[in-house]
């Protein structure tokens, strides 16, 4: 069966180059960074070499490029080092109703600890306004958390003028950019932010891997304890495979960027048109235009998504949507519900997101694929779309 | 994550649609938890001789739904009363989990519809 | 050159047939495993045979298995994570002096949190007393964490006995197990701990991956935030290659490790007879018998260890040495410190730490190359063993 | 993480061992820090005419401790303590950051020599 995979944003296939360079650092230039001898050195070159191609790659110095497992971690690590290390400085964080739940749960954990979080709304297309950062301000405000591009919706955020703002006011500016990397060229430092999050198996590496950009003079503190590593700021035994895999997928992205972001963009457009123009009553959740390439969301009301999801996978598409039916939690996302819509709706979310590999014809395939799927359920559903709702909220 | 079962009866449910003339209707679910089942029974001297569904709503709900129309086709009333949810997800191969409390209420739908037809044949006794 | 590796206790490279299952996973089955589509559902079912492997590895239930990004994750969670969790029941731990330095950091960063921690001494040979446990619980006590082998000195520490101890008083049982898997049998419902941490990349997989065992019931507070992984107790998309390769090192653990056991022990026993029989002065350090199957470590008085492991290195061999004097440190190791051992004395420590593939003319190379590098540096020392020291503290 | 320069240093090292009636005598380092380091001088006419070491330590401080008495060896005292840590460093083409203490301590062992010649000198002056 032909297999198509539209799942970008959950994460991508190592690109065989990058997947070569973890081999290597796996089975022949095993040492441990930390030791004298000559595999430990070359552990050691090979991973300031990896620092100096990622900060490169983001516009930032290699010191200021912290490893971690992951974006999870390095969004952990942003807030709960500002918060811990804040001291007297103040305790109340800004971020938004829509970031992921690696921010949100972990500003949960702070506010148990009596920190005091402002979560900001966002209009109908998912973007917060910075004169709402401005107003939230105050003199207790430590920390300002938001997105470059959301997950779900991929609108993008205007982070660069709200870390302007914040930063006039003194107060510390992260962002996750965990979506945006490989699709949109990214330069920290005109972006103007102290704290930014990444993800490598976003982008074309392997998972285990991430990075967080610290802003030489940041305060931080560490959240978990062990060697010298990282400048002190995060402990544990390198992940040398991950890491110098991953600077070879950030070489990789900055050659291919502007083919990458390009390709995506017309790829994601042509989907829209034909979305719009095959599904009755489909419309597109988040920004035309301020949006990742790669994202294409839609609500199809009348169906449910996980059983959208399981009919495109039987015809070989992989897929997914915000209702996270089977992961965990039931609820409907977050994010469409911030951006005022109906529970019903939102659980008929369906995400394809576009990767490098990705071909108009699979595009194409998708779009003869999906209106009989959604034909289908509709003709089993319980109620339709313009109806009134039979089901009591 | 599903079983075969749950997969059979997602992709080919079974007494999908509406009912002309139904005996009994019920309803469950709601907007919030993303899964809504409404069920219609036709009942002849006890016995349920018809039963079809429309749902909105996961493999799981759209699979338990088909499944307990068949279950319950040919069954007495009180037989089809007896079936609980846990039957359905047995019936299925079971369930995952996470899926056992939102997604598997087609029982409680036609215990509801049966409830109902029990109400409308006490008001038609009571007009008699 | 000839390549002899010897510090396998620093890391391991990954086994073939572990990088084989790793690279599978980053380039064709690269899934999330929270997907419901195919590729994630692939990658779901990898890891729950994974963790049913890993499980079965070490004598535990596979619900008790929390995959992290390393072992210095894995004590830190639980450390941390039963002090966060401990409330009004106490804030007492209990440790011993010759811990790595991922458990004695992380108490230190609880006892500013306001946590009072009792470091245990040790014997000569590196040994606590686990009546000195006994000892030192107290009624606020929530905690002890022994390492189950040491790092450095592999001496054998004895966890069962301690547990038995704490589990009678109510005290939760953490042990370090790093050093010990693939070296010798686990089993953790016998050794009857509540939480052990281990390290993907000290037995033959890759670095960012290690797990905590976490003994059902036991009260563990989450570290990290985000998505709903690892039952909520540890975030982060889940570092599938890492894992599912973790899990294979664990079988070939398992299959190999009556072989390995005993090879392991030849050899190191054909090194310590052999040091002994050509190097004056020399004195093994930690317990003769206790002990880690592939650990050899020596004080060799008059000559610093980086100079030792320096010249080891241009003859091709990889070693290292307690004071870890390139490693951000330059202190003497704690550890040998801890066993009473003289500080110019312990900077002339020597660590040769073995492994699956290495082999008995590997040995006898180190054993005729060591010597005359020995006496070389003697040669040129600032003082000689048996001198009285002639520099002042 | 040493230079080539370091490694040939630390490799061949120059001018190891002791002089017979040194001139003067200086020791640096102690066992807490692991490196230890003691420096003979013989001078002429106030000119360093040779110089011996013996190190018991890292890379570096054996490197640096060769390195200072092939520097040293032909100078006028005066220059000879000029000679700053740094330079010592420097002409290794650099040393690793957490070297630069205490590892990076030959030219201190130097000017104690030095200043222990004087000493002698100053001693055997007023015997005259
Ligand atoms: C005993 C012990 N504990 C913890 C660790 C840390 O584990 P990791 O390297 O996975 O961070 C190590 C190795 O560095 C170790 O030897
Ligand atoms: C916006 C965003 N932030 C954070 C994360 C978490 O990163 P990771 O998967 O590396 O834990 C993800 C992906 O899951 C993400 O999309």
Known sequence: MRRIYLDHS?????????????????????????????PGRKAAEAMDEARARVAEFVGAEPREIIFTSGATEADNLAILGVAHAAGDRGNHIITTAVEHHAVLHTCDALEKEGFR?????????????????????????????????????????????????????GVTVHTDAVQVAGQLPVDLAELGVDLASFSGHKMYAPKGVGFLYVRRGTRLKAQMFGGHHERWLRAGTENVPGIVALGEACVLAQEEIDYVTAHLTSLRDRLIAGLEERIPDVF?????????????????????????????????????????????????????????????????????????????????????????????????????????????? | MY?????????????????????????????????????QIKVED????????????????I????????????????????ITNEDVAEALGGLPTNKMHCSNLAADALHNAIEDYRRKAAGEDGEQ
């Not at chain 1, 008929?348 to 209106?371: F, H, K, Q």
């Not at chain 2, 997969?7 to 679910?29: I, W």
């Open chain 1, 284 to 393: 597109v959740n988040g920004h035309r235009t301020e949006r990742l390439p790669g994202n294409v969301n839609v609500c199809i009301p009348g169906v449910e998504g996980e059983a959208m999801l399981l009919h495109l996978d039987m015809k070989g598409i992989a897929a997914s949507s915000g209702s996270a039916c089977t992961s965990g939690s039931l609820e409907a996302s977050h994010v469409l519900l911030a951006m005022g819509i109906k529970h019903e709706i939102a659980h008929g979310s369906l995400r394809l997101t576009l990767g490098r590999d990705n071909t108009a014809a699979e595009i194409d395939y998708v779009l003869e694929t999906l209106p009989p799927i959604v034909e289908n359920l509709r003709a089993m559903s319980a109620w339709k779309p313009g109806d009134e709702m039979p089901f009591e909220d």
């Open chain 1, 10 to 38: 959950a994460t991508t296939p190592v690109h065989p180059r990058v997947a070569v360079v973890a081999m290597n650092y796996m089975m022949n230039d095993y040492g441990n960074s930390s030791s004298v001898h000559a």
């Open chain 2, 46 to 61: 006890g016995v349920i001789t018809d039963v079809k569904f429309r749902t909105f709503g996961c493999g799981a709900a």
């Open chain 2, 3 to 39: 079983t075969d079962k749950v997969m059979e009866h997602f992709t080919s449910p079974k007494n999908v649609g509406e009912l002309e003339n139904a005996d009994g209707e019920g309803r469950v679910g709601n907007p919030v938890c993303g899964d809504m089942m409404a069920m």
């Open chain 2, 63 to 82: 699979a338990t739904s088909s499944i307990v129309t068949e279950m319950a086709k040919g069954m007495t009333l009180e037989e089809a009363e007896a």
């Open chain 1, 117 to 169: 979080i402002t979560r900001l709304p966002v209009d109908a297309e998912g973007r917060v306004d910075p004169s709402a950062v401005e107003d939230a301000i105050d003199d207790d405000t430590i920390l300002v958390s938001v997105m470059l591009a959301n997950n779900e919706v991929g609108t993008l955020q205007p982070v660069a003028e709200i870390a302007e703002i914040a930063r006039a006011r």
